[in-house]
């Protein structure tokens, strides 16, 4: 019973010992960030930038404001100046669209591809005015942000607000999002494409009918063209033996339905490196 | 009353008494809701409903790792008794056994209760998670039953499957699957938490399930696979450890005494050798969560989270040092042992520099008003030791001093006959050094302007050598002492009393040590239920502060270690040792 006591006394002072060390370092609470409100002023828009930039576990945790040697992500002092010079033909504010909306599209010297997630998308999540907010924010450290700049950043978002929806392949110029070969090769290994046709890397796979080989097909066609294949397989068909049923139309399924549009991309991106 | 009836009827009565409190806590609740079903959160009077779930997931946490740990070592020192015949070893297995079926119960009602408050505190988030994992339960009943199954029977058949070779075999055959099943449960009972740190499977629009593989197969599911069973090893062996030191405190004759002093010391032993690698898993799952998303582990080392890890790294601290400690004080036990006293005094400064290097933090953030104000979420007194490379040699030479300590223990009764020993020995030293300088020499090397990818490499270059040395020396030293001359027995049982507090220190050590790193693991995601996917909206959307976290993992560990004394004290009833 006494030894009973004592192991209790002992268990509540390691327990004890441990609330205090706890309770001994800084209490940092990190909030629930409620939304932000934002006035399309030059310096609403700035006000509430700062405060989406700093709040706990958004940009800060990566960024700094200041120079840092062993800093991980870039410095942002000075940003609204380089912006305009980062990428030839492009001014401050497309920059900032195009590197808070699309990051891996121009990566910074010296850092890693794929660190930095599209501030859209989860967990950042912003919303289009957030993001003007945001990207003001930022043009107004080192640049010249002024009422004009804000129609600026406005201008630019709106291709990226309209990113998703349709594109009209057939007659415009078809324009390539991000997307990479690698990653088209998984869908392309997903799709079971290898099933009926043969491709660099899929030399393991017998394909099971018959369908042009793609070994060097890029080498004749272009993006738009594999665009039609792979979604409207009908609109042009190619001759071979075998390659079209009974009711005339080509045995390739169409994947309308089946792709979404980031797997597109990137199953045209690698179809692209079939040269 | 016969101790087998009166230990049935105590388990009827855990069983039922929880579930009356909980309809009693639940019934407010249900009347609340009554009028709008709609509600994505409901209230838990007095204590809020995240730390309800918090208590409740943790303690149903903690006894699951115990229930799974026990079976894994106890298959493994009867398989030793088997193969050895030594009855000890036997007796040992039978006896951690004995704990497992009320642990059992006491794991199976928290995870009722745990269930039971998901579904009625937090409806949307537990439909959401169901309507992914919907797939997956049935598998988790069939395992369930698996695992309850061969539980009781490897106990209740232990002493009638005994007496043959070939039924004896055929018990550790239930062990194995006994086994199997646990696992099994575990990893399925993972890819439910890892869903919700890195969902997978899912389509990135909707959120709809594409693939359940894909959803259970998520990118963090093997780290925390790896990471949990070796940390669930060590917690069940430190356990047990602790079982051990109650029963040597208490009992009375010395040959009892010698009894528990040697299933303690195998217990610690246990521990210890699954807490040696657990550093490792615990970078393989940085590494891992880091590919992931480079954002998580920015916010895990870099946020307010840094504190997080001094405190880690101070209950580390406490293990390591612990366990040396109690290593050291077992050696007034053994005759022979005075020729290695000499080194105890160098061991301690390596591992007390060893521990202050890992505290020293890397990135630190007094507040997030400091960190406006420096501009950074960077200190700027990063100092030398707070740089990874010094942290990875630090470790690594933290385990090299404690395997050191473990092989001299072995060795302390005994003297090497063996035609080869001085080479032998050389060869030893030889490794012992080799490790070191290799940890050494790639730990300075990796400091900058030495990149960060070259660094990584290094730090993998510093941690083969120590495993090797592990492995070599071992396979040295089992060969070297197998026909050695003892310089007497070793005079078990005669250890201080305090050592055995010092195992108990290591247990709650553990105990606590595991509720902060769960605090961790799930805080880094912030506001999400799901990352990235589901978000908190609850009140309790914040991460607490350190301060409150700590409280609310000691008042778990105070709670568990109630119900572990009670399951210590009911296995008593169900032995069948004559007193």
């Known amino acids: ?275 | 009353m016969r101790p087998d009836c009166f230990q049935r009827k105590l388990s009827f009565l855990i069983i039922i008494i929880p579930l009356f409190l909980l309809f009693y806590v639940a019934c407010p609740a249900l009347a609340q809701d009554i009028k709008d079903v709609v509600k994505d959160y409901r209230h838990f009077p007095l204590i809020s409903s995240r730390i309800a779930i918090w208590v409740i997931a943790e303690l149903h946490l903690m006894f699951a790792a115990f229930v799974l740990a026990v079976p894994m070592f106890v298959l493994i020192t009867e398989i030793i008794g088997v193969c050895t015949g030594d009855e000890k070893f036997d007796r040992l297995s039978k006896e951690f056994t004995k704990l497992l079926p009320v642990a059992f119960s006491i794991t199976a009602i928290f995870g009722a209760i745990l269930i039971v408050m998901l579904i009625g505190l937090y409806p949307k988030f537990t439909g959401y998670l169901m309507e992914i994992f919907s797939g997956t339960m049935y598998v988790y009943v069939f395992l369930f039953f698996g695992e309850s199954f061969t539980l009781y029977a490897y106990y209740y058949t232990w002493d009638r499957m005994k007496d043959s070779r070939v039924t004896k075999w055929g018990h550790v055959t239930i062990g194995v699957f006994l086994n199997l099943f646990g696992t099994a449960l575990m990893f399925l009972a993972n890819a439910w938490v890892c869903f919700m740190m890195s969902p997978g499977g899912i389509d990135e629009n909707t959120y709809a399930l594409t693939s359940l593989w894909g959803a259970v197969h998520n990118p963090l599911w093997w780290p925390i696979n790896v990471h949990r069973i070796i940390a669930n090893v060590a917690f069940g062996g430190a356990i047990a450890a602790a079982y051990s030191a109650f029963k040597f405190l208490g009992s009375k004759g010395p040959d009892e005494k010698a009894h528990y002093d040697w299933m303690a010391y195998i217990g610690n032993f246990i521990a210890t050798f699954a807490l040696i690698p657990l550093p490792f898993a615990g970078y393989y799952l940085a590494f891992e969560i880091r590919k992931y998303d480079f954002a998580l582990i920015t916010i895990l080392m870099g946020g307010s989270f840094a504190w997080l890890f001094i405190i880690q790294a101070v209950l580390i601290g406490v293990l390591f040092i612990s366990t040396n400690y109690y290593l050291w004080t077992g050696m007034n036990k053994i005759p022979g042992a005075e020729r290695y006293k000499k080194f105890i005094i160098f061991m301690l400064t390596m591992v007390f520099i060893g521990i202050a290097v890992w505290m020293t933090p890397h990135t630190m953030v007094a507040s997030i008003e400091e960190a406006r104000k420096m501009g950074a979420a960077h200190h700027p007194l990063l100092d030398f030791f707070g740089q990874m490379p010094a942290k990875n040699t630090a470790v690594n030479l933290v385990i090299l001093t404690t395997f050191l300590s473990f092989v001299l223990y072995r060795r302390a009764n005994k003297v090497a006959t063996a035609t080869w020993r001085h080479v032998g020995g050389a060869l030893q030293i030889f490794m012992f050094a080799g490790a070191a300088i290799t940890v050494l020499y790639f730990g300075i090397s990796s400091f900058p302007p030495t990149p960060k990818d070259i660094a990584i490499r290094y730090s993998i270059y510093q941690v083969l050598p120590v495993i090797g040395c592990i492995i070599g020396v071992m396979g040295i030293d089992i060969p070297l002492f197998k026909k050695s001359k003892p310089l007497g027995g070793i005079r078990w049982g005669e250890m201080p009393v305090r050592s055995q507090y010092i195992l108990f220190l290591i247990a709650i050590t553990f105990t606590l040590l595991m509720g902060l790193m769960g605090f961790v693991r799930s805080g880094i995601r912030g506001p999400w239920h799901v990352y990235g996917v589901m978000k908190d909206a609850s009140e309790a959307a914040f991460t607490p502060t350190l301060g409150f976290a700590t409280t609310v993992i000691s008042i778990v560990t105070v709670i568990f270690f109630g119900f572990i004394a009670f399951v210590f004290w009911l296995s008593q009833f169900g032995g069948t040792r004559k007193e």
């Open chain 1, 1 to 275: 019973m006494k030894n009973f006591l004592s192991l209790c006394i002992f268990i509540f002072a390691v327990a004890g010992g441990f609330v205090y060390l706890g309770n001994s370092i800084p209490q940092i609470k990190q909030g629930a960030t409620g939304p932000v409100t934002i006035t399309l002023t030059v310096e609403g828009l700035t006000e509430a930038g700062k405060s989406i930039f700093e709040r706990e576990n958004s940009c800060l945790t990566c960024h700094s404001l200041g120079e840092d040697p062993k800093a991980r992500c870039p410095n942002m002092i000075g940003v609204g100046e380089r912006a305009s010079q980062r990428k030839p033909g492009m001014s401050a504010a497309e920059y900032f669209m195009e590197s808070v909306y699309s990051p891996d599209a121009f990566v910074v010297e010296g850092y890693p591809k794929g660190q930095m997630k599209p501030v859209n998308r989860p967990p950042a999540s912003l919303n289009d005015d957030e993001i003007v907010a945001v990207t003001a924010y930022l043009y107004s450290l080192g640049g010249n942000f002024d009422q004009d700049a804000i129609q600026k950043l406005a201008t630019a978002q709106e291709k990226y607000k309209k990113f998703v929806p349709t594109i009209e392949v057939a007659e415009a110029e078809f324009l390539m999002p991000e997307a990479y070969p690698e990653d088209g090769f998984d869908v392309f290994n997903e799709m079971k494409c290898w099933q009926c046709h043969k491709a660099p890397g899929f030399e393991d796979k017998e394909p099971e009918k018959s369908a042009p080989d793609l070994h060097g097909v890029a080498a004749m066609q272009d993006a738009e063209y594999f665009y039609d294949s792979i979604v409207f397989p009908n609109k042009v068909i190619v001759k071979g033996e075998g390659y079209v049923g009974e009711d005339g139309r080509s045995i390739m399924p169409e994947f309308h339905d089946s792709l979404t549009l980031r797997q597109l991309y990137s199953l045209i991106a690698f179809l692209q490196t079939l040269k």
